[in-house]
């Protein structure tokens, strides 16, 4: 997998939300709290935090390892965009 | 990409270590078996030949071998000795970890001594009512009065070599979430007992874990607090069920020589139902061992798949093997059957291989009810 080109809040959300949409077999709401509707199971939370790291090369720390930053599309959209630094693309 | 050939690098370890098996591990099986034990002397020596925790990257003193040299050297073991791999697994597993999200104090604290095979580590997350369901589990960590450190009060159960371990990886319930802790042995308030007369890998020197208010400092929190679910957990899984699918693609070729040997002296092999289940054998090795090496490159590239490539490699290698050592006593029949006999340790330990580090079940849930919706098996 290859690191994303990351411009905007906007590629993020696009990211997030494809990869999401292919592992989990559907497209979801960006607000969907994947674990919590059953979408996904703990194993899918620690493939998140693999998929952040190496999609935008980013290290996410110890203290940062709480499931709810990788619950849902806007909350993997705005964990990255805390970590990259990147505002809104609009 | 998963390789199809091994380098001149990788075949020099492979048979370095098939050698060290056969001299100072193989000889040994039955013995671990009947004795229900391993010598610690061995556990010095496979520390000397650097295969504790033998992924360990040399810039933190450990041997930083490549994914499929640590495959290899687990597969190796698994063909020599089911017990011995599984004190690899739970002791890299441990290792791992501290090495993962251990902070820089714990690191240099503990790595050179589970390195050195100084301490040997044990991972104590099953408890006798919930299994290994890290969410259920019920071993307290209550934060201490005076503010440093925790109470940890709860009963694991059959904790791979519990009885021999030094330091255990305790796996247990904080105000903010499960949590793990590195737990000296000496500590007041543990009480380890034995729990002998297993079905297989009797060598493995399980125990029960006994914790009574054992307190803890604060600086043996492993990773964040309320953090070691699933993050934690997952991670040294992991690489837990890729050393038990290498181990188990081990099996099924000890399997494999004991049936083809005896088939030979036989003139069984010549009997087409034989060669049926010969033939399964060598095939499902083959097909573990590439699921299996598919695996460790996905763990040592850090890729989002790592987690499900290591379920789906030991989902496959551990049936594979239990198969195989079925077979194998069945081509060998009475003599398959016989105290002492390697092929009846096999079947039994191959058993076990479905059960840990994450059952059929277990295994079989996460990728029926996820594995599907990705079209991975189209992409590869």
Not at chain 2, 95 to 109: A, C, I
């Amino acid at each position: 997998m290859s690191v994303a080109v990351v411009a905007s809040i906007e590629d993020i959300r696009e990211q997030a939300r494809a990869y999401l949409a292919s592992s989990l077999g559907q497209p979801v709401s960006d607000h969907l709290d994947v674990f919590a509707a059953g979408l996904a199971n703990s194993l899918f939370a620690a493939q998140l935090v693999l998929f952040v790291e190496d999609r935008f090369a980013v290290t996410v720390e110890d203290d940062e390892l709480e499931i709810a930053s990788f619950a849902s599309v806007d909350a993997v959209t705005a964990f990255v965009a805390g970590k990259t630094g990147v505002g809104g693309g609009h | 990409m998963t390789q199809f050939s091994l380098t001149e690098d990788q075949l020099a370890r492979q048979g370095s270590f098939r050698g060290f098996v056969d001299r100072e591990v193989a000889p040994l099986a039955d013995r671990h078996d009947r004795e229900q034990r391993v010598d610690r002397e061995l556990v010095d020596l496979l520390a000397k030949e650097g295969m504790l925790a033998s992924q360990i990257p040399a810039e933190l003193g450990g041997r930083g071998l490549d994914a499929v040299s640590y495959a290899l050297l687990h597969e190796e073991m698994g063909r020599g000795c089911s017990s011995v791999r599984s004190l690899l697994t739970v002791h890299d597993m441990v290792t791992e970890t501290v090495r993962r999200f251990g902070g820089p104090q714990l690191r240099q604290r503990w790595l050179p001594q589970l390195l050195s095979g100084q301490a040997l580590g044990s991972f104590a997350l099953t408890e006798p009512d919930t299994g290994s369901d890290a969410a259920a589990l019920t071993t307290r960590a209550e934060p201490a009065p005076d503010g440093d450190g925790f109470h940890l009060t709860g009963v694991k159960r059959w904790i791979t070599f519990g009885q021999l371990a030094d330091v255990f990886l305790v796996f247990a319930r904080t105000p903010r979430g499960v949590s793990a802790f590195l737990v000296e042995r000496d500590r007041p308030g543990i009480v380890v007992r034995p729990v002998p007369d297993m079905l297989g890998t009797r060598g493995s020197m399980l125990a029960e874990v006994e914790l009574d208010g054992c307190r803890i400092p604060r600086a043996n929190l492993v990773g964040g607090q309320g953090r070691a679910h699933p993050f934690v957990v997952t991670h040294a899984l992991t690489l837990g069920r890729l050393s038990v699918a290498c181990g188990s693609v081990g099996i099924v070729r000890a399997a494999l020589d004991e049936a083809t040997s005896y088939a030979t002296a036989r003139g069984t092999l010549r009997h087409q139902l034989v060669q049926r289940m010969i033939a399964d054998m060598v095939v499902a090795g083959r097909a573990g061992r590439m699921l299996a090496l598919r695996a460790g490159e996905s763990i040592w590239a850090r890729s989002p798949g790592a987690p499900m490539a290591a379920t789906e490699a030991k989902y496959f290698c551990s049936r594979a093997a239990a198969d195989a050592a079925r077979d194998a006593v069945q081509v060998m029949g009475a003599a398959g059957c016989a105290p002492g006999a390697p092929t009846a340790r096999l079947y039994r330990d191959a058993k076990v291989m479905e059960i840990i580090e994450g059952s059929h079940e277990i295994s079989q849930s996460m990728i029926g009810m996820f594995r599907h919706r990705d079209g991975s098996l189209a992409h590869g």
